[in-house]
């Protein structure tokens, strides 16, 4: 049996995909992709091969995670090549690690391509290392997204230099009020919206009026917390 490959397409941008996932995107029989690819990337399968979308839409029906699973399963017990087409990196909040056991439950091989993720990739693009000398020596990447009847995450109890969090925008609110407890309100914050596209857009402000400043905003977004945000601007 062929391996299904959960390859990670980096963060929006079709150039900063790794060569091993673009040979495999040029090879495979089926890709099964979500939204934040850049859908570019696309162009690059061979002809005939089959293109399967699994991401959000608005307001329509979204795969749910046991619907992709199965597809993939299906896809490789027919022998296929079979490529799972993940945004940034399967392993960064992309549940790549859920369709690889049910990969292992069903005895189909499998291999991992890691991909630039968005985490790391979005704040470089807009010159904000996550990590500098003498400034910030430690990075926590946490997801703003709190599920229901989850223990709400309490954001003051992370204690990394800097903070960045994924899927956070509309729950700014309260990731703002937490942090402001620990980090006080004049602590830097930066909000880059749908990095990497003609639409992107950089908030910058304090915790103390980064609300005021982010109105109506919608997502993807990536919130990075730290003195890292205004270092290059020095
Ligand atoms: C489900 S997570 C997947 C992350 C992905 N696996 C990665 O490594 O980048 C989706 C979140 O990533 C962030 N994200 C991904 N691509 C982005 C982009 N181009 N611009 C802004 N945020 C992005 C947003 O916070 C979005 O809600």
Redesign the pocket.
Known sequence: MLKVYIV?AG??DKELITVKGLKLIKEADVIVYDD?IDKDILKEAKDGAELIYVGKRKGKHSFKQEEINKILVEKAKEGKKVVRL?????F???RGGEEILELIKNNIPYEVVP?V???IA?PASVGIPLTHRGIAKSVTITTGHEREGENKVDYSKFVADTLVI????TNLEKIVKDLVKSRGKEKPIAI??????KD?KVIKGTLGDILEKAKDIE????IVVGKVVNILER
């Not at 994924?166 to 925008?169: A, K, N, R, S």
């Not at 997502?219 to 990536?222: K, Q, R, T, Y």
């Open positions: 990670g963060p929006g934040l993940k945004g940034g990196d399967p960064i909040f992309g991909g993720t968005s985490a979005v994924l899927m956070g925008i880059i919206l749908k990095g990497f596209s992107q997502p993807p977004g990536i």
